[in-house]
């Protein structure tokens, strides 16, 4: 027997291993095994991860396989598993994560007797591939990508990859159903909201990109930092699931043949993305220490009262409010919001990165290891190509570029619908007269700042100052 070891490629387009698989003549089995110790921390995933087993499982069984579910460490299961069911060759699609590539040389170095195929990762290319000509690590993402995106044109062939959909109605196995909810949906009802807001699956992702290629990308430079409109593609959860590849994306992009600033900007994300894991699997231990190592010595601020209103959008700023509302409500938050909350919490509260990505790891549905933590590092600027310690996001400001009309933020914050434009980003200002016309408190309608903008941002230049002269 033949066994496809599923990890984070639930689909059937695009799948190395899957492909390779159904060329075999002997039975096929498929396996997925979750390991509850890598979802702890990861709780909104937990509710995508069981929507697209379901559907994947479906997949599978048009292709006559069928999928186990097993809940454990990958490496105890796989090891029994391969003895009691005589598997003769193990095929899987690589992962470029340090954790998950010891596990891929524990494995292979554990079945030395088993044929192991390992299929192209869910990345354009191995993140190895990329040096700079004196053969080290890049950590400017310009120079990085420009090389990257030539590297992959030359060594890669750019196919249309088909959409396969299942339409027949398919029944999962009931065993595994009981699997997914028990030990799969997070406790409680909280995530019922997602549904409102996301179809996880394969076939989704496709009518996704379909209609973003077709409709959005043209506005895309422009309307990807307006979070109140529908400006992006919103694939990321489908990307870090493995339902679409980057390969996927690049092959629409490569058939447009006006490749103007719009799907410039729209590819480039996919370069952050390719950066993002090169600088993880050069530097494994950025996942939980800073790349700038005089930042160890940054004394950082534990104002656990500051934290909770972070996390809770109660800050008093209404777009950094809004974002982590949109973020709870929705598991998923605008880009240009990411850096703006972001940068709030580590430079004008002083609080450390890792409180901010490890909250946005249990929140985020499109959460992935290499994208948060150099996400967040980039906007501490302990990371690589960082912002420099003197770009302080102002809140204020960037609200009023980004969402003039405050539509982002009445959406978000309904208590705050009647304020006007004027002052939508700085409620505290609204003069006694108006508050008292449109019946508007601050104090029992929102809150006040936590912290006075000047002030905060006056001691994080300071700060960050003293750091940099260290």
């Given amino acids: 027997m033949n066994l496809y070891w599923v990890r984070s490629d639930f689909r059937v387009a695009d799948n190395y291993a899957l492909n390779e698989i159904l ?3 002997e039975k096929n089995k498929a396996l997925f095994i979750y390991n509850e110790k890598k979802f702890s921390s990861k709780n909104a995933q937990r509710w995508w991860l069981s929507k697209t087993l379901i559907q994947f499982e479906k997949k599978l069984k048009l292709l006559k396989i069928d999928l186990d579910i097993l809940i454990g460490d990958e490496f105890e299961i796989l090891d029994k598993y391969v003895i009691s069911n005589k598997i003769k060759n193990i095929f ?3 992962i470029f994560e340090p954790k998950e590539t010891n596990l891929e040389e524990r494995l292979k170095q554990n079945f030395k007797n088993i044929k192991i195929y390992v299929g192209k990762s869910n990345l354009l290319q191995n993140p190895f591939s990329i040096k700079k000509k004196d053969g080290t690590s890049f950590q400017v993402f310009t120079p990085f990508w420009k090389n990257a995106e030539i590297y992959y044109l030359n060594n ?3 196919k249309n990859y088909p959409k396969k959909k299942t339409n027949q109605k398919i029944d999962i196995s009931s065993k595994n159903k009981k699997i997914i909810e028990k030990n799969i949906l997070p406790k409680g009802k909280w995530y019922h909201k997602f549904e409102e807001y996301w179809k996880p699956g394969e076939d989704e992702a496709f009518k996704i990109i ?9 506005k895309y430079a422009h309307n990807r930092d307006l979070p109140s409109i529908d400006g992006t593609s919103k694939l990321s959860p489908y990307l870090t699931f493995g339902e679409i590849t980057a390969e996927n994306i690049y092959s629409y992009f490569n058939n447009i043949n006006r490749k103007n600033i719009n799907h410039r900007k729209y590819i480039n994300e996919i370069g952050w993305r390719e950066f993002s894991h090169h600088l993880l699997n050069h530097y494994p231990k950025i996942e939980n220490s800073n790349l700038r190592k005089q930042f160890d010595n940054f004394n950082w601020s534990n104002n656990k009262d500051h934290i909770k209103k972070w996390k809770n959008g109660q800050t008093g700023y209404p ?17 240009r919001i990411r850096m703006i909350t972001a940068s709030f919490l ?3 509260l002083r609080i450390h990165w890792k409180e901010g990505e490890s909250f946005f790891r249990d929140c985020l549905l499109d959460f992935n290891v290499a994208n948060n933590v ?4 980039w906007v501490a600027g302990c990371g690589a190509d960082a912002a420099p310690y003197f770009r302080i996001f102002n809140p204020i400001l960037q609200g009023e570029k980004f969402d003039s009309q405050g539509e982002y933020i009445k959406k978000w914050i309904p208590s705050l619908k009647s304020v006007p434009k004027k002052y939508i980003h700085k409620p505290w200002e609204l003069d006694s007269d108006t508050a008292k016309k449109i019946n508007f408190d601050i104090e029992r309608d929102y ?3 936590i912290v006075d903008h000047k002030t905060a941002r006056d001691q994080a230049l300071s700060a960050f100052k003293k750091l940099k002269s260290k």
């Avoid at 379909?210 to 043209?218: G, K």
């Avoid at 150099?374 to 590092?377: E, P, V, Y």
């Fill in 23 to 25: 060329k075999q003549e």
């Fill in 210 to 218: 379909e209609n973003f290629f077709t409709a959005r990308i043209e």
């Fill in 374 to 377: 150099s996400g967040w590092q």
């Fill in 319 to 335: 777009i950094v409010d809004a974002g982590m509302i949109q973020l709870y409500e929705t598991g998923w938050m605008h880009n």
């Fill in 156 to 158: 890669n062939v750019i």
């Fill in 346 to 348: 580590v430079k004008h």
């Fill in 447 to 449: 809150f006040k700042p």
């Fill in 92 to 94: 899987f699609n690589k």
